[in-house]
C-alpha cells in the first residue's frame, strides 16, 4: 500500500506506541509525528515516533493520517479540536476500546471530514500499559475490529482495513452498537471481574494473617490466571467502564444469573446439575483454542 | 532420602500419574503400582506406574507408601478399605484439593495408622487432566500445603515433607481448616467464577449471532487468560465444589459484595471511587508477581 506522508498518533502508550513501531517495521509513515502529554517523551527515546510535538493543533496540521490512541474519553473529547486542524483529505481512526462516545463525539464534530473517519479497535493488549511495553508485533494476528458509519467513504474504509493488514492485523467489520455490547461481554465486565475476584481473595489471605510473600507461595496458575488482567492501569479501566456503563451493567446482570445457577445446583447439592452447568462452560471454553 | 520399596498410586490422572513420573525421576520407588478404574492403563503405557492391579487390596498390600490420588470424595470413601490392607509401618498420603472430608474419613477409619496419615496438597495442576497430561516435573517448584493433625507422628511428617522436597516441592504447613477456607478463595470460587464469566460470554456471542469460529475471532488475550480454568473437568469440579461448599459460599457472599463496590461506583459514575476501587485490587494482584 500508498505510504503516509505524516502520521499523527494522539496517545503514544501502549496502543498508539505498538502503531509508531508497527508503522515503522511496515515502512508505512514518511514521519510519525505524536502528541502525548504523559508518555510522549519516553515514545520519543523508544522510537515509537520520530517527533513529538505539545501541541495538538501541530500534530494534525499537515497530517494525511490522524490516530487517535488516548483514552475512550480523552479520544472523544478532542474531536472538536481535531476537526479545526485537519487536513481536507486527512484520514481519521481511533483505536479506542468503547465506540460509542467516540462515534457520537466524531458526528458532532468533523462535519464534511466524518466520511474519512473510520473507527478502529484492535483486541491486543491485555494487562500491560505505556510506551515501555509497546511493541511493533502487537497486532500480529490479531483480530481488529473496524465499525464504520452509514456515510463513511468507502475508499477511506478500504485504506483503513490495508493499513491494518499491512500491519499485520486482521480486520472484521462489526457496527458501533453490536461491538459495545460484545466488547462488554469479551473484555469490559472480565475486567470487573478479575479486579473483584482480585480484592476478594486479597482479603481471604488477609483474614488467615497472610501478607504478600504468604500469597505469593499459595497462589497457583489458576489464580494467576484468571486475575491477570486485574494489574491493568486502574485509571484506563475507570474510564473504559464508564464508557460503556449501559451494556456493562447488562453483563453485571447476565454474570449474576449464571453464579445463581451454580450457587443453586451447589446449595440443593445437585452433583447432575452442577456438573451440567459446568460443562456447557468447559465445553465452550474449550472450543475457544 | 531412602528409597520407598513398593508405592501405591491410588487414581492415575494428572496429578496421580506426575507424582508416579516424579518417584521414577527421583529414583525413589522399587515400583510404583497403581490402581485406577477410569485411566490406569494409559498411564500404565505412559511408563506413569510400574504395575496397574484392577484392585484396591493388592495395591495396598505390601505397600510401605500409599498415595491417594483420585478425587476428593473418592478419597475419603476409600479411606476405610484401604484401613484393612494397610501395612502396620506404611504411610499413607492424599493429594486431595479439599481436605476436610478426607480427613474426617482417615480419622473414622485408619485408627493406630491415623498418626502415618499426612495430609498433602500440591498446588499444581490448572486446567488440564488425565494421565496424557501428567508430567515429572509438574512439582517443581510448586508449594504443596501439608496439613498435620494433632496426632501425626513427627517421623511421618518429616518424611513425606522430605518426599516432596526430592520431587521438586516446597512444602509449607497449614491446619485442614485454614486450608480449606483459603482455597475456597483462592481456587475453589475463582472456578466458579471463571465457569460462570464463560457461560455469559458464550451466550452475549450467541446473541449477536455470533458461532464458536466468531467467538474465535473477537476473543483476545484477556478473556481467554480469565477463563483458562474454566477448560477443567466439570465432574472433577463438581466433586471439589461438593466437598468444598461451606467455604465456598462464604467466597461466593464476599465475592458479592466486592462485585457491588464496583457497580455502585459504576452507576454513580463516580470515577474517583472507581479507580480507588480497582487499583486496591490492581494493587493487590501486581504484588504478586
Known sequence: MRRFSRVAIVGTGLIG???????????LAHVRIGYSPADGERALALGLI??????????VAGADLVVLAAPVSVNAALMAQLAIHLEPQALVTDLSSVKGPVVRAAAAALGAALGRYVPSHPIAGAELSGP????????????????????????ALARIEALWQALGARPQQLDVDSHDRLYAAISHWPHVVAFALAAT???AIED????????????????????????????????ILLANAG????????????????????????????VRVLEAAAHWRRSLE
Chains 1, 2 share one sequence.
Do not use: M, Y
Request: hydrophobic share 45%.
Open 17 to 27: 506506541g505498538s502503531f509508531g513501531a508497527a508503522l515503522a517495521r511496515a515502512d
Open 247 to 274: 451494556p456493562v451493567a447488562n453483563c453485571a446482570d447476565a454474570f449474576a444469573h449464571q453464579l445463581e445457577r451454580v450457587r443453586d445446583a451447589l446449595a440443593c447439592a445437585d452433583r447432575e446439575r452442577l
Open 132 to 155: 515501555a511495553a509497546a511493541a511493533a508485533d502487537l497486532f500480529d494476528g490479531r483480530t481488529v475490529i473496524l465499525s464504520p458509519l452509514r456515510g463513511t467513504d468507502t475508499r
Open 50 to 59: 520520530d517527533v513529538l510535538t505539545p501541541d495538538l493543533a501541530t500534530a
Open 201 to 203: 481473595t486479597a482479603q
Open 208 to 239: 488467615e494473617q497472610g501478607g504478600a510473600e504468604r500469597a505469593a507461595a499459595l497462589v497457583g496458575p489458576g489464580l494467576r490466571d484468571t486475575t491477570r488482567i486485574a494489574k491493568a492501569d486502574a485509571e484506563l479501566w475507570a474510564d
